[in-house]
């Protein structure tokens, strides 16, 4: 009879089926909620890492990869594209040619943390820095190709876009599967840890391996960031909406932090939608649109955004691309297709015109 009662502890039914609660705990049916947009990439992490490789295999197989991934591999591939997709600032080239209805490609980044700034006139501005992490042009699929994923083209009609694979922040081989490392296998890139779509005209399509980095965007310009937000688990409704709560002493009983009464009565006695409830709060995707670049380093591909409230923990990834805002998109032709010259030195730090340096005299005294 213990043994019985104890085996049905064990389980929970989930609807129309029984699941055992170690299956609960490995695929999060209570700890996350359902996801919109499913991870499409295949499982990346090897299930088992401790290899018992002596340290003369370990620098043979480092000298494979580099061999296989490294410098050489990436020069090869970009000259094997070129002739496909050239880079180019020629107006006279129609494949090119940059128009403000261009969409180009975005870049991934991870979140590090806030700073104030200061305007010259002595305004302080909150921004948020987001680090730019190794990002490489993994894969080109044009529209054709991509009409036949109808996840990517089932809305604001994507027909007229193609796909553009970018990675960030290289690891391994060793670490990964070898399904994973085939995707990186005719970019000539180092397999990435995070992958990530972007939506880009044909005309703003870019060869596998191009590097991309803090000079893709100006200073002055307006990005959308995209990334998730904080995951809080399962919230009553006073963190979650910010209910004031009830009175802690009067013939108050257990009552302090429920919400009350949630329907109506009478013809009308039901929950009615979108009522707010306890549930799960955070870990979902958001977006926060028109955020200007105030300052850019080029050294640590560091940019400094407008606001602090950009989704998502400190260290967290987040996606960076032309807003879509229709004031404040770009007028001007941008580093089109992106910028892969090396940048010069002696501009480490490139701030906007009206933003005040730290290096630059706060108060500056006349004589007579």
């Not at 991934?69 to 002739?83: V, W």
Request: aromatic share 10%; charged share 25%; hydrophobic share 30%.
């Amino acid at each position: 009879m213990i043994q019985s009662v104890i085996f049905q502890l064990g389980r929970l039914r989930l609807g129309s089926c029984i699941v055992s609660s170690a299956q609960v705990r490995d695929k999060g049916y209570l700890s996350r909620p359902r996801l919109r947009n499913p991870y499409w990439n295949l499982r990346k992490q090897r299930t088992n890492t401790e290899d018992f490789v002596t340290t003369e295999n370990r620098h043979f197989i480092s000298e494979l990869i580099y061999e296989k991934y490294g410098t050489p591999a990436l020069t090869k591939s970009i000259q094997a594209q070129e002739n496909k997709l050239i880079q180019t600032d020629d107006l006279e080239d129609g494949i090119r040619s940059w128009s403000p209805h261009t969409r180009r490609c975005g870049v991934i980044a991870r979140k590090i943390g806030q700073y104030p700034l200061w305007l010259k006139n002595g305004k302080k501005v909150r921004t948020t820095l987001l680090q730019i992490a190794d990002n490489h042009v993994i894969k080109f699929m044009p529209p054709e190709e991509c009409r036949l994923q109808k996840n990517l083209c089932s809305a604001h009609n994507w027909n007229k876009y193609g796909c553009l694979l970018v990675g960030a922040e290289s690891t391994s081989p060793a670490m990964l599967t070898k399904e994973y490392c085939n995707i990186f296998r005719d970019a000539g890139v180092t397999p990435k840890k995070n992958i990530m779509r972007f939506m880009v005209s044909p005309q703003g399509a870019l060869a596998p391996g191009t590097p991309l980095n803090i000079a893709h965007f100006r200073v002055g310009e307006y990005v959308d960031v995209r990334g998730k937000t904080v995951d809080h688990g399962f919230q009553g409704v006073v963190k979650r909406h910010g209910y004031k709560g009830m009175p802690a002493s009067h013939g108050v009983t257990k009552t302090h932090r429920r919400p009350g009464n949630i329907g109506g009565g009478g013809e009308k006695g039901r929950v009615w939608p979108g009522t707010k409830m306890p549930g799960h709060m955070g870990n979902r995707w958001r977006v926060l649109k028109g955020l200007r670049i105030w300052r850019t380093n080029t050294k640590y591909n560091v940019m400094w955004v407008q606001g602090s409230s950009v989704p998502g923990p400190t260290g967290g990834l987040v996606y960076i691309y032309d807003t879509i805002l229709p004031l404040r998109k770009l007028k001007h032709a941008p580093a089109f297709p992106t910028f892969c010259d090396e940048v010069e030195t002696n501009f480490e730090d490139i701030w906007y015109e009206q933003m005040h340096k730290f290096k630059d005299e706060t108060i500056v005294y006349k004589g007579d």
